[in-house]
């Protein structure tokens, strides 16, 4: 008999812990939660104090839970103790209980513990096991105050958006805030009017080098404004508005003399930044290597879990990953005071070891986000990890070494010099000692002053020199919007405002993407007409639940619940029932939206009706007025923002700004602009239309002409069809090359009045015995090439690598396949499994390869 069985979530966790315990323990993987409110239906008795039903999670094609519960109890019948050591946090707690539930046997009774450790390390596991606790019921309570929170939120506004707008659609207490500021933010910059500003530099000579650069800081007195153009101009501020302006001080300034008037250097001090939190890890992490707050998580998850390291096994490499703590364990200062005197010298470690402060409402039980051993530099283990967890352990390892560093130190000089009523500055940095900055520099949002400063070199000067004046140059900005958010910005601002949970922020990024309510174009947030339309919905009718200061308000009572200090059925008896007079009202609010008709000065091209705005599946549109008996409609066409266009630089007094109403892709495609399109079928206007693979232009002589053309998320569209030298298999019309979702293809000209679509081969015969189709070049639902069979479904051959004409040197089969990989390169393999052969592949590719070339264009 196993005398202990020890249950863990994941089982990479598994098999770390279990050769930390010995032979005593039996280490099993409960592969997540085993319960949860019913997939369908509420779940939840709000008439009985918000009780919940909780139920086993049905069987699905990824897990058989049945079985894995059965396996856990049989284990647990068999042990003499049961200890559960999920993941140290709400989530982790709710598993342990519900696993207590399930799998502790009652008669006869067996006693079961609960273990914590911030890492898997053979020291935090055996001291866990010598102090087991019990499950702490109120961390329980805050999870399971949060889950029915989710639950009536979901479930109660979820189908009143279905009603209103059609389609799945959803709604959630965090989500739809993060929505909200995406929405808000692109109204601002749609509202967004530029100002006009001019700055003016002298470019001077001192009597030692190097010639340097002066802004104009005063006139007369008063500053020069370059910011804060949202506030109004104070009296001791002046404005350069206009080119004529700026020439007029141009030419003044070109007359004077140039005298120092007052130079001082003083000496700045850098400090370095905290280890990582959470949501610290994520925005970095965004920031530095473009990764998703979701990928982040994930190789965060694996290194914390464990990495095999060769003999030794596999290690736990960092501490836990969900956490707002910037706390450091005593033993953890020590080692890496240890390793930065040894590896970079004395006078890099402070005397003391740096304390940060954590946030105010941070769970301190949990450390900073840090290496598990810092004498495992990222370079050791470069052969044990792949290319993206070695980035962000090397992230994570340089961050913590830092923290412990001493600050960099800088020299910075100002100069103010002198030129009859204007006043010039320059401001220049020289760094003395770099400090943590030998190891680490935090990444930035946004470019900052300081970094021009510091890459500025000033020559020496002393007051009362005279200057050379070289050139006096204006140059022409304009004030810029704020910027759209980043998944690094927006986890910033959810953060800042106490809006969910950094171990939540990579579900809420998924789930506005995967529902459409948001796209990314360049990395950066933009809502979508569905997104918007919900959006405004949701605001109108909940404007207190979905809002920043309610949602933060509501964190803050999940972590009293944990604190002991509020019972959670009373937090949500509080929420509903204001959520239930605001449900009731809203039914009666989205059934009159969906009916409304909001009147526009469109026109119907077809019937010359009025057009008229209403709501769909995919967000708002434009209908005719006079439907069912014109049913002509089209995409409401958003602003052109003036802010797609950086505010551009004039040098001399020439402006240089360009602003452009149609862009081009790489492909020739245009920005959408369908008022100058014109159908190439029947020459009739191209109308914007919005389908359930997002935008296109559409023929507006529809139905008699189904003529459309694809719009990419970046809002190109598509090139219009070519008419190529071949001819229809099918009607004898020709062949035309066209673009769809899933790229490049070839069809009848006639399509989709004639359907045929030109398959591209790979010259290649199916090699299974019997059948006499070819091997053709096919993409997944996703856009993935892959090579499949002509004679599909009779014939279900098909290879995810390239096949490439070239017989197998070792068994002479008719064809390889070609395999890259990040280790080994690219590689020539055999079809045949039984074969075997493996060798690089030759660098010579034959030029005729139709699969070549198919792959080149994917």
Same mark, same amino acid.
């Given at each position: 008999?196993?005398k ?10 598994a ?6 315990l ?8 409960s ?36 079985? *894995? ?22 989530e ?26 911030? &890492? ?10 010598k ?16 889950r029915?929170l ?8 979820s189908?009143?958006l ?12 965090v ?17 967004f009017?530029?100002?006009?500003y001019w700055?003016?530099?002298a ?9 340097f ?22 009296k001791n &501020? ?9 020439q007029?001080i ?7 003399p ?10 700045? /001090? ?8 959470t ?27 464990g990495?095999?390291?060769?003999? =030794?096994g596999?290690?736990g490499?960092?501490?836990?990953m969900? %956490? ?15 390793? *930065? ?25 949990h450390?900073a ?6 004498a495992?530099?990222?370079?050791a ?6 290319k993206?967890?070695l ?12 923290s ?9 000089? %100002? ?26 520099? =935090? ?12 890459a ?29 958010f ?7 601002m ?13 579900a ?21 007409a569905?997104?918007?339309t ?19 308000r509501?964190? =803050?009572?999940?972590? =009293? ?12 008896h ?6 239930? /007079? ?12 969906k ?12 019937c ?9 599946r ?10 069912p008996e ?13 802010t797609? %266009? ?34 190439e079928?029947?020459?009739r206007?191209?109308a914007l ?5 997002g ?12 003529? *459309? ?17 071949e ?8 062949l035309a ?23 591209e ?16 070049v096919?993409k997944?639902?996703?856009g ?5 069979c002509?004679?599909?479904? /009779?014939c ?5 690598? /390239? ?5 197998c ?45 198919a792959?080149?264009r994917?």
């Amino acid at each position: 008999m196993t005398k202990n069985l020890v249950v863990v979530e994941s089982p990479a966790k598994a098999k770390t812990i279990s050769k930390y315990l010995g032979k005593d323990f039996r280490v099993l993987a409960s592969l997540g939660h085993i319960k949860d409110l019913p997939s369908k239906g509420l779940g939840v008795d709000v008439e009985d104090n918000f009780q919940p039903t909780y139920e086993v999670i049905p069987d699905s094609k990824k897990r058989n839970n049945k079985k *894995i519960i059965a396996e856990l109890k049989k284990a647990a019948k068999e042990a003499d103790a049961i200890y559960l050591a999920a993941d140290p946090d709400r989530e982790g707690e709710a598993i342990c209980q519900h696993l207590a539930e399930e799998i502790v046997p009652k008669r006869p009774a067996k006693p079961s513990y609960r273990v914590m450790f911030n &890492e898997i390390t053979k020291r935090a596991v055996q001291d866990a096991f010598k102090e087991p606790k019990q499950i702490d019921s109120n961390l329980v309570n805050a999870q399971q105050a949060r889950r029915v929170l989710d639950r009536l939120v979901g479930y109660k506004v979820s189908p009143l958006l279905c009603r209103t707008i059609g389609g799945r659609l959803s709604a959630g207490r965090v989500q739809s805030v993060a929505l909200r500021m995406v929405v808000e933010r692109e109204r601002e910059i749609e509202k967004f009017v530029k100002t006009e500003y001019w700055t003016i530099t002298a470019n001077l000579a001192a009597n030692l080098p190097p010639q340097f650069d002066a802004r104009l800081f005063r006139v007369d007195e008063k500053t020069v404004k370059t910011g804060g153009f949202d506030q109004e101009l104070k009296k001791n &501020e002046i404005l350069i508005g206009s080119e004529g302006q700026a020439q007029e001080i141009v030419q003044e300034a070109e007359q004077q003399p140039y005298k120092v008037r007052d130079v001082s250097t003083k000496e700045r /001090k850098r400090n370095p930044v905290p280890p990582f939190t959470t949501s610290k890890l994520q925005q970095e992490a965004a920031r530095k290597l473009g990764f998703a707050v979701k990928k982040t998580m994930m190789i965060a998850q694996k290194l914390y879990e464990g990495v095999e390291l060769g003999a =030794e096994g596999a290690v736990g490499l960092i501490t836990y990953m969900r %956490t707002d703590s910037t706390r450091v364990s005593e033993t953890a200062l020590g080692e890496v005071r240890d390793f *930065i005197g040894k590896q970079y010298g004395a006078n890099y470690l402070p005397e003391k070891a740096i304390h940060y402060r954590s946030k105010k409402d941070a769970q301190d039980a949990h450390e900073a986000v840090r290496p598990t051993d810092v004498a495992r530099t990222p370079e050791a283990l470069a052969s044990y990890l792949d290319k993206e967890a070695l980035k962000l352990y090397r992230l994570i390892w340089q961050r913590f070494v830092a923290s412990q560093m001493m600050p960099a130190v800088y020299d910075q000089t %100002t100069i103010d010099i002198e030129a009859g009523r204007f006043l010039f500055r320059a401001t220049g940095a020289v760094q003395k000692f770099d400090g943590f900055l030998r190891v680490y520099e =935090e990444g930035r949002d946004e470019q900052a002053d300081e970094d021009d400063e510091a890459a500025r070199k000033l020559p020496p000067v002393e007051q009362g020199e005279s200057l050379r004046l070289n050139s006096v140059t204006p140059e022409q900005h304009f004030t810029e919007p704020p910027p759209r958010f980043t998944e690094a910005t927006l986890v910033k601002m959810l953060e800042e405002k106490g809006i969910g949970r950094p171990s939540t922020y990579a579900a809420i990024m998924s789930t506005i993407i995967d529902r459409e309510y948001v796209e990314k174009h360049e990395n950066r947030f933009h809502p979508t007409a569905l997104g918007t339309t919900v959006n405004d919905l949701l605001v109108a009718s909940f404007n207190d639940l979905f809002n920043e200061s309610y949602t933060a308000r509501m964190e =803050e009572e999940l972590d =009293e619940i944990e604190e002991g200090k509020l019972k959670w059925t009373k937090a949500l008896h509080g929420f509903y029932e204001k959520f239930a /007079k605001d449900l009731k009202i809203a039914e009666k609010e989205m059934k009159a939206a969906k009916q409304q008709a909001i009147p526009t000065d469109e026109i119907c091209e077809k019937c010359g009706a009025g057009m008229v705005i209403k709501f769909g599946r995919f967000g708002q549109f434009l209908a005719c007025s006079t439907y069912p008996e014109c049913r002509t409609t089209r995409e409401i066409a958003r602003p052109a923002s003036q802010t797609d %266009t950086n505010g551009a630089t004039a040098t001399n007094g020439k402006s240089t700004n360009s602003q452009t109403t149609k862009k081009v892709d790489g492909d020739g495609g245009a920005t959408a602009t369908a008022e100058t399109e014109e159908c190439e079928l029947c020459g009739r206007p191209m109308a914007l239309k919005r389908g359930r693979f997002g935008q296109f232009l559409g023929c507006t002589g529809y139905p008699e002409c189904r003529n *459309i053309r694809k719009i990419n998320r970046s809002g190109a569209v598509a090139p219009a069809p070519v008419l190529l030298d071949e001819q229809c298999p099918v009607d004898g019309a020709q062949l035309a090359r066209r673009h769809g979702r899933f790229g490049e293809f070839v069809a009848c000209s006639n399509y989709p009045t004639c359907k045929y679509i030109k398959r591209e081969t790979t010259g290649i015969a199916c090699p299974r015995p019997g059948c006499k189709g070819e091997i053709l070049v096919k993409k997944s639902k996703r856009g993935k090439a892959f090579y499949g069979c002509s004679e599909y479904p /009779k014939c279900e051959t098909v290879f995810w690598d /390239k096949p490439i004409v070239e017989p197998c040197p070792q068994c002479n089969a008719p064809f390889l396949l070609e395999k890259t990989t990040k280790k080994e390169g690219t590689m020539h393999i055999c079809a045949r499994e039984e074969c075997g052969f493996r060798a690089p592949a030759t660098p010579v590719m034959q030029k005729d390869d139709p699969a070549a070339r198919a792959e080149q264009r994917i």
